[in-house]
């Protein structure tokens, strides 16, 4: 495990970790000695971290002394997703700037192999007008969501996300937009291209706040696993509606 990440895991609470002991704590820090479940319950205990702060903190030590190959691989594989998965907040008042949908669409299809920069081919790609294509550039770029190198457009993060879970006409702008063009696809694109499904069920609302975590981890998880393909050629969008059918009054 490297210092860097311990060190950022103890200074995030005053309880120490005296218990440790000062020479096996210098052995983990310099990645010579391991951690049991017990142990790393007990980290996760007196620095109160979060259950995905948890997970990782576990990951971190079992990539380095898992039993066997294969429990270290796949440890540094969650390791690793979450690193690569940086989530980039930009402000309420910055995504309002890029609020249409076709903002985010264009920072993925930057990345892909075939990207040109050119103005009429993203337009194209994107089935927007060119003015769309190239004011949505600038914004990008000015919002440092976007930048220029040598070898051409760069992404600076691998995922935006806004900040400030405030109701905003922007937001719902943006879901709209995807809304409609999911209906649109549901008429149009071939059913081996799409997968468009629903699940009515019982509720205790008290776990809405859960729920909305889970569904925030697997739409992060998700993305991760299909996003690590080496021939990405094409840009999709994932969906997720969960709310309730009944009215106020039911």
């Excluded at 998700?222 to 969960?242: A, M, P, R």
């Amino acid at each position: 495990m490297a210092k860097a990440e311990w060190a950022q895991l103890k200074s995030s609470n005053s309880l120490t970790l005296s218990w440790l002991g000062v020479s096996t704590l210098s052995e983990v820090l310099n990645g010579k000695y391991g951690l049991s479940k017990k142990r790393i319950a007990q980290v996760v205990a007196a620095l109160q971290l979060s259950s995905e702060q948890a997970q990782h903190f576990a990951d971190l030590v079992q990539k380095e002394h898992g039993r066997n190959v294969q429990d270290r691989g796949a440890a540094q594989e969650r390791v690793i997703s979450r690193v690569n998965f940086s989530e980039h907040s930009i402000s309420l008042d910055s995504f309002k700037l890029v609020a249409d949908w076709y903002h985010m669409a264009l920072l993925e299809l930057i990345a892909l192999p075939d990207f040109k920069n050119e103005i009429s081919f993203i337009a194209k790609r994107l089935v927007i007008s060119e003015k769309n294509a190239s004011d949505a550039l600038e914004r990008l770029e000015r919002l440092g969501l976007l930048e220029k190198t040598d070898q051409g457009l760069r992404v600076t993060d691998d995922f935006s996300a806004v900040g400030d879970e405030t109701p905003s006409q922007a937001i719902r702008r943006y879901h709209t937009q995807l809304l409609e063009k999911s209906i649109f696809a549901l008429e149009t694109v071939p059913v081996q291209e799409r997968e468009m499904s629903s699940t009515v069920f019982k509720i205790n609302k008290e776990d809405l706040p859960e729920a909305k975590k889970k569904l925030v981890k697997f739409r992060r998880e998700f993305s991760v696993l299909l996003s690590k393909s080496e021939n990405k050629n094409d840009v999709f969008c994932l969906g997720i509606q969960y709310f309730s059918l009944l009215g106020k009054d039911a």
